[in-house]
């Protein structure tokens, strides 16, 4: 017995599959490392240049996957987890087409592309990501759809590109219904959006640990880390501190947080309110951590978060999710303390032994020559102090790695830095001064949006300052840092605020729609969480649905989509000769007048009844002998007569 010849696949059909593929794997090159996206998709463009007949030699072969997977495993290092994952996903999606001779090999790169836009949502749920990813969906279908006809009868044209498009657009508008009731509808749970594990989408927060050169990958970070909406009064953007980690305990190079500090509660403040009070709401990125940031200085914690004693918030979850809080808070000087309690400050005098002798002199020196502590003489160290940075430091994020004594080296040395340097250098003085001081983090600052009216407050803006207990007034907020003379600030970050590149901020408009985009989306999807599909038709005068009102709605809803499905799907059973059934759409028009044919009826008898009703019938029955002359004549008279039989059939009306 001779098995049958598989469809061998043609040049065209070749095309389809690859651009599919291509566009499936956009997205995912998006995500990975820019120097390993260009490579990955330089690679994807070589292939099929390699391998023009679907064939590469094995040696080829084997020395693109060593070399690109090689160079994945380094790039991360050899951990082994959800980037480097994705990444080999992109890599191998890249190097597939090497082995696509044949139909079945078409079909399983199509089925393997499918995963890049799903391995995305991994690590961006953008609304790019999801908008590039569905037209690698529609892009497969469409050349799946091609795909099926090569199997079909050989001499049935092949559809137009638009054709194919309009067959999977229904498709899609076919199951769409079903999609909108489990997203809308589908009770939620305190999890993050898609079912993603924890910590799948978050980047890393800001640290309870601080060391010279620690942040540089954060302030080279470009991405958004909280966007604050101001319900009436803002502070200046320069006033904008958001306050994070408070950081006690330094052992001569790290400083870190210290935990019990927080639960010693904080020393009475001044009575009366405060002049001022901001009322905002933050829009939180999704980190790692449960540390949250507020404008100085908090005055009660919202729900589902601690506020301590040293005034830093801490969510009750870790902020793995895109989460929103409603906080008041009022400007530092408002908040004066009027005593610093015992334990807290024998911590913020506390230096370990051993490090930094010339720092210690210098602030022995200074303490000496200001006389006793008091108020003034704490005043006149701290602005010597500033005074010295202003005139001889300089602001450039790059510095030589320090070593044992990092804060003489770079107060004697170096003379060059950014804000961890200049907040832990400050710290150790005033504490060598006798004056108590603390090191907080968190960001400063801010970009507002002007399309959509909100302040955004990137990862790039993480800084850190100083805090010293000066008495009669309590903790004081001191930016060594913003000393710095401005024609002394070198390599800033500036020029990489949205829109400047390389100077140019023409661009800003576009950054900003693109912003207020990605924020609008992060409401309506991202944002809908529990709370809001509870409260989803509150507008229309409902009261707020619990979990089984909820369940009983997402079932009926379910049911009735699932109806509409099967009716739309079946309601024109489609013919799969498209010759056949563009012959029984032309016979329905006639239906409609009365005349319709039986199913037992012969063409010719069918053709005969209706030209002795109707005398205009001429037309009919040229298009019937053409009909019955392609249906059975044994010569056909090719793809073209086919088309133009098909194109009269369906213009021609009764």
């Not at 389809?16 to 997205?27: D, E, I």
């Not at 006389?371 to 005139?391: C, F, N």
């Not at 006798?434 to 002007?450: D, K, L, S």
């Not at 063409?603 to 019955?628: I, M, N, Q, Y």
Request: with cysteine; net charge positive.
């Amino acid at each position: 017995m001779v098995e049958p010849v598989a469809p061998s696949l043609d040049r065209l059909s070749r095309r389809w599959a690859l651009a599919a593929a291509l566009l499936c794997l956009l997205p995912l090159l998006l995500q990975v490392p820019n120097t390993l996206g260009f490579g990955i998709g330089a690679v994807a463009l070589a292939v099929p240049l390699l391998a023009r007949n679907g064939h590469a030699p094995a040696w080829l072969r084997f020395l693109l996957i060593v070399a690109l997977l090689g160079t994945v495993v380094t790039l991360f290092e050899f951990r082994f987890g959800r980037d480097t994952g994705c990444a080999m996903l992109a890599t191998m999606l890249a190097i597939k087409p090497v082995e696509m001779r044949s139909l079945r090999d078409a079909r399983s790169l199509l089925g393997f592309a499918l995963f890049a836009p799903f391995a995305t949502f991994l690590l961006d749920q953008g609304p790019v990501s999801l908008t590039l990813g569905l037209i690698g969906a529609v892009a497969v279908l469409t050349a799946m759809h091609t795909l099926s006809e090569i199997e079909s009868d050989a001499h049935l044209p092949s559809r137009r590109p638009w054709s194919r498009l309009a067959m999977v657009g229904r498709m899609i508008a076919i199951g769409l219904p079903l999609a909108m009731v489990v997203f809308w509808l589908f009770p939620r749970f305190t999890s993050p959006l898609w079912g993603v594990p924890e910590r799948a989408l978050a980047k890393p927060g800001l640290s309870d640990k601080m060391s010279p050169g620690d942040w540089i990958d954060l302030i080279a970070d470009d991405t958004p880390a909280l966007r604050a909406t101001f319900f009436g009064e803002a502070p200046p953007q320069s006033q904008m501190y958001w306050r994070g980690h408070v950081l006690w305990d330094f052992d001569g190079r790290t400083w870190t947080s210290v935990g019990w500090s927080r639960t010693i509660s904080r020393a009475r403040r001044r009575p009366g309110p405060p002049p001022v009070i901001y009322d905002y709401e933050i829009e939180v990125e999704p980190t790692d951590r449960n540390q949250l940031v507020a404008l100085e200085v908090p005055l009660a914690s919202p729900a589902g978060a601690y506020l301590y004693g040293d005034y830093s918030l801490v969510s009750q979850q870790t902020l793995n999710s895109l989460t929103r809080w409603r906080m008041r808070s009022a400007p530092q000087t408002a908040l004066a303390e009027s005593n610093l309690h015992p334990t807290l400050r024998s911590l913020a005098l506390r230096l370990p032994p051993g490090f930094n002798p010339r720092t210690l002199e210098l602030s022995e020196r200074w303490r000496n020559e200001a006389g006793a502590p008091s108020r003034a003489t704490d005043e006149a160290i701290v602005k010597r102090a500033l005074d010295w940075i202003r005139r001889e430091f300089v602001y450039t994020l790059e510095t030589p790695q320090l070593g044992r004594h990092t804060v003489d080296e770079f107060l004697f040395d170096e003379k060059a830095g950014f804000c961890e340097h200049y907040s832990s250098a400050f710290v150790v003085l005033m504490r060598g001064a006798g004056i108590p001081a603390r090191v907080v983090t968190g960001y400063v600052g801010g970009y507002r949006n002007p399309v959509g009216g909100y302040w955004l407050v990137r990862r790039s803006d993480a800084h850190a300052w100083a805090e010293i207990w000066i008495e009669g007034r309590g903790w004081v907020r001191v930016d060594p840092t913003a000393a710095v003379a401005p024609e002394r600030i070198y390599d800033t970050i500036d020029d990489r605020r949205p829109g400047a590149l390389g100077g140019f901020s023409g661009l800003s408009p576009v950054f900003d729609v693109g912003d207020w985009l990605r924020r609008s989306w992060n409401d309506f999807v991202l944002g809908y969480d529990a709370r809001r599909q509870r409260n989803l038709f509150r507008g229309f005068g409902m009261p707020e649905l619990d979990t089984s009102a909820l369940v009983r709605l997402f079932v009926i809803a379910t049911v009735l989509a699932m109806v509409g499905m099967l009716w739309l799907a079946t309601r024109q059973e489609r013919e799969r000769d498209p010759l056949l059934r563009a012959w029984r759409r032309m016979e329905r028009r006639y239906r409609r007048l009365g005349l319709g044919r039986p199913s037992h009826e012969p063409v010719g008898t069918w053709v005969e009844r209706v030209a002795a009703a109707r005398p205009d019938a001429s037309a009919l029955k040229e298009l019937s002998a053409r009909f019955v002359e392609w249906r059975y004549a044994r010569e056909h008279g090719g793809a073209a007569n086919l088309r133009a039989l098909l194109r009269d059939l369906r213009r021609h009306r009764p």
